[in-house]
Every structure is written in C-alpha cells, then in structure tokens.
C-alpha cells in the first residue's frame, strides 16, 4: 500500500522498499545529470562564502566578551552545527538524489503541506530576499571604485541579478563554471589573505590575549547566543546543494562526499581567516571593526590596498548570487512537478535543459524585493524560520529509515541516531531562542510562512480537479 500519493512525486510502495529505489512518476523532462563531486563541493563552498566572514568577526569577538577562545569557540561551534546537518542531508541526498533536496525530503516524510510552506518561504522571501541582499552588497562594494547614486545602486544590484538569471538559464555546466571559477577566486583570495595576516601581522603579540579566561554569567551567555546567529548567518546556505541533487553525476557516490566536504572546508577557511584578522588587528582591533578584512588590510598595507579588498568581496558576493540561483529553482521546479505550483515552472528548456521558467520566476520576483527595498525587512523575519524547516528536513532521517529500512543507502551517517537527534535540538534552539529575544519579529515571520497555507489549498484543489 502506498505511504504518499503519487499526486506528489515520489511513491514508496512495497516493491520500492524491497529494492531500495522509490518509484519515481515522471510528468515532465528530467533535469540532465552534468555536475559532478568538485562542482558540488564549490557550490557548497561558494554558496556558504558571500560576505559575512569579511564583515561579522568584529561582532562575535564582541559578543563574546572580547574573548578570542570565546570567540573561536563560536566559531567552531556553528562550523560543527552545520557539519552534524551535512552528514545528515548527506544520507538523505545520496539515498533520494532528486531535484528539490530539502522540499522532497520533507514531502516524502511528512506530505505536502511543510514541504510546500518550505518552497513558499524560499520563493518569497528566504532564496530571493537572500539574493536581494547579496546584490545590494554587492551595489555597495562596487562603490569603492565608482560613485554611485542611489537610482544607480539600485541599477546595478538589479543587473546584478539579471545576470546570474541568464548564466544560469543559459545552462546547468555553464552556472556551474561561474561558480567553480567564482569560488576559486575567492577561497584563493581568503587564503592568500589570511597568510599575508598571519606572517607579517604582529597583534597577537602586541597585547594581552584572553582565551578562556573570561568568567561565565548570564550577560556572556546572551552575547554568545547573538555571536552565534551572525556566526550562522556566516555558515548559512551549506544545504542548498541538496536542490541540485538531481543533476548530480552517480549522486549515490558523490553527493555525502561533495556536501561533507564542502562544509569541513569552510570551516577551516573561517577559522583560518579569523585568526589572520587577530594577528593583523589584535583583539582589540578586530572588536572595534565593522569591516574586518578591509580595516585588517589597510593597518598591514595601507589605504590602497584596503580598497583593493573590495575585488575578492565583489567576486565573493557574485559567486554566493550565482549559487543560490543556480541551485535554489530546483525547489521551484519539484513544486510545480508536483502541482502545488504554477505548472509552467516544471518545464524543462529543450535546448538549456534547465528550468528556465522556474529560474526566471524567481528572479523576477527577487528584482521587485529588491527594487521596492522591502528585502532586508522580510529577510529579517523569516530568515530564523529556515532553521525550523532544516530540523524538520533532518527528522526526516528517522522517517526514511523506519519505512524503509531496507533501501540502498550509499552513505550512512555516523553516529546515527545521535548525529541527526543533536542537529535538531541544536537547530529547534536557534529557533526558540529567536521566539524568545525576538517575539514580533519571530511572530511576523510565522505569519509571513502561514500566509502560504490558503494558496497550497487552492493549488491542491486545482490539481486535483485537473
């Protein structure tokens, strides 16, 4: 007997579980399978690294006392948090690789409704206005080069955004060199700088240096809790290459390989560049900056050089942009498979093999938010209600093993279940916290979410009258 509806994609039947494969009702083309493990793990990497790590350090050693073993702490700490979330989506994606990633995890274990409020928040607000803000950034940076006005800004976050959208329209393997490219640009850049840091710099030595040492109270305790929302705001967007996972080339032996490794090197490279920021800055001096890698560089090197930073930030940005269009879609695409979107977006371009509709849809959407400026606003309301869905999605773990136990699982996590069980508490935590410290903006956003339940009714009615 079936356990979800073929209405909704993918069926597990009896034969399924006995095989280890779901069976899969195709309605439209398929997406072709051209990105293979060094595309998904700079995916990982170039999503993830937009601009926090070269802005938010100053803020967490603050928030954290002024202790840089504090700090790194914190650091390590959401590295960790999004590594248990890797090795769990790791399982689910190499055992499920379909396009939609989380959308599909979610709609396999729990129906329709969660997953369709998960893509109604990434359509919205989470993917777009994430987009939105990155090009904004980006309008910003570009600033140390040229004057800009307003109206102008506003022009060039806005082609900002056109051209990601035609990248990726153009092709799946083309959005995926920009990326590759893009990445590398910056990780080199992250590098190079934090090694430049390290070795001439001197500010570690220069002046006392609290690790650990600061006494533990409440008022530390809450400032860790903020340094741990901008730090995981810096790690944000490590699961969007589940989204992909159905252009993945043999996902079953790449996908748990790419994502794990993608997320391991970015905490190496954050930690690594925090520590070039110390040696450059002292403690002191990174607590006082708002613009970290910028103000780093100008102390070693001086003014020009400074601006010059704002090269790798503008590439950083760009690449961060291009990932989530490149990956986000996918999601649009899955719901619209599924009717619970405008069908249109399920088409397959017959010459790009992308979905071209689904990807110009939400780039269009992202131009209004951020063309009317309403983005940062939305962002700050939703955004924590992602960390709901990302525990959800990693429940779905307990679900996939307890209806079919006996599928082909190519990668397992380790230490199930504590792996999983200790990403959910972790990430329903974050979730809390935000209930708690933040309850009009935490409210605002669940009512943004919920406003998606009238339109995932009238789409459920309309495909099942059709």
Sequence with gaps: MPQISPRFGTTFTRSAATSGSPEITATTHELARVLRLRDVILIVVGTVIGSGIFLVPGGVLRDSGGDVGLALLVWIIGGGLSLLGALTY??????????GGLYVYLRDAFGPLPAFLYGWALFFVIGSGSIATLSAAFARYIQQFVVLSAPGAKLVSLAT??????VNVWG????????????????GALLLLSALLLTTGNGLAAAPVRVLATPLSSQLLRGMAVAMVA???????????????????????IFARGIIAGTAA????YLLANLGYLAALGPAGVAQSNRVAADAVTTLFGGTWGRLVAIPILVSIFGAANGIALTAPRVFYAMARDGLFFRKLAEVHPRFGTPAVAIVA???WTMVLAGSGTFEQLLTYVVFTGWAFYALAAATIFVYRRRLPHAARPFRVPGYPLTPALFIVAASGIVVSTLVSRPTQALLGIGIILLGMPAYWWWRRSNRAA
């Design 266 to 269: 970015i905490v190496v490279i």
């Design 362 to 364: 939400g780039s269009a």
């Design 161 to 166: 955004i056109l051209v990601v959208t035609l």
């Design 231 to 253: 730090v995981l705001w810096a790690y944000e967007g490590w699961h969007y290459v589940t989204f992909s996972a159905g252009e993945i080339v043999e996902p079953q032996r």
């Design 172 to 187: 799946t393997r083309r959005g995926a060199v920009v990326q590759n490219w893009s990445t590398a640009i910056k990780v």
């Design 90 to 99: 790791a399982e689910l994606g190499a055992m499920n690789p379909r396009a």
